[in-house]
């Protein structure tokens, strides 16, 4: 007679053991989570930090990343390939389709009864570039319809200059714009070589900064904004930063105000003073009912 | 007066049902799987719950199909329904039986429905509730997959009943972003929820799945097992939010926090309160895979 369920199923279980402790680090460490069908992409990223390494064995590397002296710069280096060419345009269409469909109607409707009609986003991090066009284009899409009488910012920041100079020129190859919508090519981009050049249009909405979201005091000018993206930014930093940073984004967003993550970035254990929100395909953090002074 | 309204409707609704030739009758293994598998589980036995399923070989066909897919647990493949009992353990043999039974009650294709959406979603459900249980150390994770699988009862029922009608409802759900019960409410005056019930209730099945089934979108209601029916609801709402959803989107913000009956769920469940849905909701990407492409070996074989 058998009576004991197999407890394990392979979907919750380990396909393989070290990866899944990889997997877990990441997260911890991270925030980033790669679900069992993604866990193959994470050996791939994982493999070519062990042949930079030379190290055979999941097992080993496991230990470059948790005991032995180099563990903090492995760390980063296999952040850096987890997160390599996450950057494009349209990159989480979930998220840009929430962001119109849902979101924009219910900050418009919030923010109706006031005198000025104003919205402002912030893509904190924006590398170089693709994330405050792509918002950039979206909201030029509308000017002449629900946003006609609205006045639309986009304040764009990051640490590294040579990013933001790129982001201002504007030229990106064809890596950065494989997701970008036949539309928005013709109507936004003129070709420069064998590259795409965004127009002045779309660029002249957008005022990039140089900003460090570690800074104890975020930058004036992003006080009072109705949606902050920071996607893949966070992950590099540590517990404490992270939760300045979230504590300053929890400060310089309306009450009625988002903020996205990155895909399968998560806020937990960082901050209780927002909330997960679910959209169809896509999640963000609304701000909770508690004021976050005082509190961790 | 809309006491009256909705009583009324309730009414005509138990009169189509009562006058339906083709009534939904529970799968011939349900009854005796729950029956047999009440008793203390030393005393369960492989052979008579392999006998009870192989009754029906279609079933047990399927049954052998889902036992050797990833979701399941699967190590080695499984040739025979034994087999995969003793690969899996009679309980999670007996779920994909119960499963599958359940879920074949869905008619064919009937204009612009794929059975197919409502499989993944009942099965994707089952599966949600079952990990979810599990993660917040509900009592009986088991009976939260059972609760999950049967939740859309109603779905079924109404696909028999008013197909034309279902699907008026349907297309209004589809077009206008809303959950389907708001626009069966609309539409037919009465939710998959209100003649689920019913079914359960003709069916005899437990009172804790009476109460999942007729008050998944109103967990408020229930009236004694407020727990499990917000569990079903939240993971509902999860798998709705994902791409385990009807076969549409719903544009909608969900904040599982502000449910009612979260309050409920998290007195009976402690880790509630520090939950990681962020975790969770990342995993259902996994479960998405592996239910799309094991409901659809499914249906092509």
Redo the contacts between chains.
Sequence with gaps: MITAPLESAAIEGAPDAELVRIRDLVYQVAGIFHPDNKLRLLLDRCGRRMKELKTNTLHEYLECLTVKPIRQKELIALLNEITIGETCFFRNQPQLDALRQIVMPKIMEAKAPLPVRHLRFWSAGCSTGEEPYTLSMLLLEESDARLKDWIVEIVATDLNERSLAHAKIAVYGSYSTRNLPPHYRQKYFAPLGDQLQLGPPARSAVNFSRANLADHDSPPFTNGVDVIFCCNVLIYFDLASKRRVIQSFYRDLLPHGYLFLGHSESLYGVSDDFRLVHFPGATAYVKGERPPEGRQ | MIVTTAAANKESLLKRLDGMRQIPTIPAVLAPLLHYLEQP??Q???HTVADLIAQDKSLAAQCLQMANS??????QKAESLRGA????????VSDIAMSCSVLNLLPAKNGGIDPIVFWEHSLGCA?VCR?FA?KINFADPGKAYLAGLLHDLGVIVNLWALPQEFRGAYEVAREEGIPLHEAEQKVLGFTHCDSGGLLAERWELPPDLVEVVAYHHAPQQSVNHTALVTLVELSD??CR???L?YGY?????????EEPGFAALARQCPPLKNF????L???????M??VHTLVRSIYRS
Excluded: C
């Design positions: 589980v030393e369960v036995d492989v990833p979701l399941f647990g699967r190590s009992i003793v690969g899996l353990g009679i309980h999670r599966l990990r599990r709402l999860l939010m994902t791409g959803n989107v719903e544009k909608r913000q969900v904040n599982l926090l990681d849905w962020a975790r909701t990342f995993e259902l990407d996994s479960y895979d592996e």
